[in-house]
């Protein structure tokens, strides 16, 4: 065991046991009672211990949880590398799009209750959108390009926001000036509201008709305007009145309070040019609520709200959802004639489409096929990460969920990568 591993270890090993429990979620007598072998197991702790020592990632909480029980719950590193700090299980994380599915919930909750169906045009709920165009891009004579702009050819409807064909996009600088658009208007000033976010992104041009294209977009974030205007409160209280109290989920929320701030993870240097990620602090709070990446959560929080979905919508005897809408949302909800948007493919193994094997439900990517995707797991899977490093997916054929926690941008992919082919392999009986 390394230096690093005894010391977080020796100094936490009893508080990590009472967080899990306070968390609700049992751990199993051993990784064996729940189909998982121990020395299999420690081939995933041996190899986030190598990467740490590496300098590829500053460290990580991993959570594996079968049929209900607590395979593994253990931290790596540390949680403020320059400091020394360790890693400990209660570490909180900026998870970025990890947010997204929690706030595709509240959308399926309003649904229930009547105040908005999947089929609504967004137009219902932020006028602006009804007189969104559409750019096509057109080619000249000399091969410069140019953009006529055209109706909807059907209205964006709150589908197509929980599953990315919205024909909406991200900012990305550079020659695609649909794209840069979205830097020019600054649609992420973190001063802004919600309400005057939406207005901004229903001036630009959609980059494709709705319903016709996967594009990873900001379509959770006027969700999340959406969800506010259906529901009458304020995203972040929505979320945190209607999902993150009921289900306990105390460390969960757009920022914490400024006496968990020594809990928050930080990043370390990375990249070519050894620089730091511009990660917010887990206590910095901002006027725009972006429900499409600005929560902050810890293993086991994001453990309780996926052990609800494993339990068909509720959990400790408090429904958010009925089976049948959780049914929904971790279906493949793409079209068979979708099409990947331009740029796509830089999702390499996690790309939503049919030749990964992959599709698209509403709030995170689901396995369709077993054999085309070069990462293990079953049919009807589901998964999403955050863009600081996170990731969680779930697998209801194995009765089985992993909750990876980390802050680093550029080791996400591999690490990703790895978890998969790590626990699965270890996973041996039924």
Do not use: C
């Not at 209750?113 to 219902?124: C, F, H, I, Q, W």
């Not at 055209?150 to 550079?174: F, K």
């Not at 928050?264 to 429900?291: C, H, Q, Y």
């Not at 339990?311 to 793409?334: E, F, P, Y």
């Amino acid at each position: 065991m390394s230096l690093v591993r005894v010391i977080a270890v020796a100094a936490l090993a009893a508080s990590v046991g009472l967080h899990a429990a306070a968390q609700g979620i049992p751990k199993a007598q051993s990784p064996e009672e729940v189909g998982f072998v121990a020395t299999r197991l420690k081939h995933l702790s041996d190899r986030i211990e190598e990467g740490v020592k590496n300098n590829e990632l500053p460290g990580a909480v991993v959570l594996i949880a079968r049929n209900g029980k607590l395979v593994m719950f253990d931290s790596f590193g540390f949680r403020d590398r320059d400091a020394k700090v360790p890693m400990t299980n209660d570490t909180i994380f900026r998870i970025a799009s990890m947010t997204k599915p929690i706030v595709s919930v509240a959308t399926m909750m309003l649904m229930e209750e009547g105040k908005l169906t999947l089929a609504d045009p967004v137009s219902r709920y932020i006028p602006a959108f009804a007189d969104t165009k559409v750019a096509v891009e057109k080619k000249k004579e000399d091969g410069t390009v140019e953009y006529e702009l055209e109706p909807q050819t059907r209205p964006m409807t709150v589908q197509d926001l929980l599953r990315h064909t919205s024909g909406l996009t991200y900012g990305v600088p550079g020659a695609n000036r649909l794209k840069q658009s979205y830097l020019d208007l600054n649609v992420n000033d973190r001063n802004q509201t919600t309400a005057e976010m939406a207005d901004k992104l229903a001036k630009l041009s959609l980059v494709y008709q709705p319903g016709t294209t996967w594009e990873y977009s900001m379509s959770t974030d006027v969700l999340g305007r959406v969800v506010e205007v259906a529901s009458g409160m304020p995203l972040d209280k929505f979320i945190e009145e209607r999902i993150t109290k009921p289900l306990k989920m105390g460390d969960t929320g757009f920022e914490v309070a400024a006496d968990k701030k020594v809990r928050g993870a930080k990043p370390m240097k990375e990249g070519p040019k050894n620089e730091l990620p511009s990660i917010p602090d887990v206590t910095e709070k901002f006027t725009w609520r972006s429900g499409g990446g600005g929560m902050v959560s810890t293993a086991a929080d994001y453990a309780r709200f996926l052990q609800m979905f494993a339990n068909g919508g509720q959990l400790d005897g408090v429904r958010l959802l009925s089976r049948k809408s959780i049914d929904l949302m971790t279906a493949d909800a793409l079209p068979p004639d979708i099409k990947m948007g331009a740029g796509m493919q830089a999702f390499e193994a996690l790309e939503p489409s049919a030749r990964m094997g992959q599709g698209f439900g509403l709030g995170f990517a689901v396995r369709t096929d077993q054999g085309r995707n070069p990462l293990p797991g079953s049919p009807g899977d589901y998964y999403w990460g955050g863009a600081y490093g996170t990731y969680f997916w779930h697998d209801p054929r194995e009765r089985m969920y992993v909750v990876f926690m980390m802050q680093s941008p550029v080791a996400r992919l591999r690490y990703r990568y790895l978890l998969r082919d790590l626990v699965y392999q270890a996973l041996i009986g039924n």
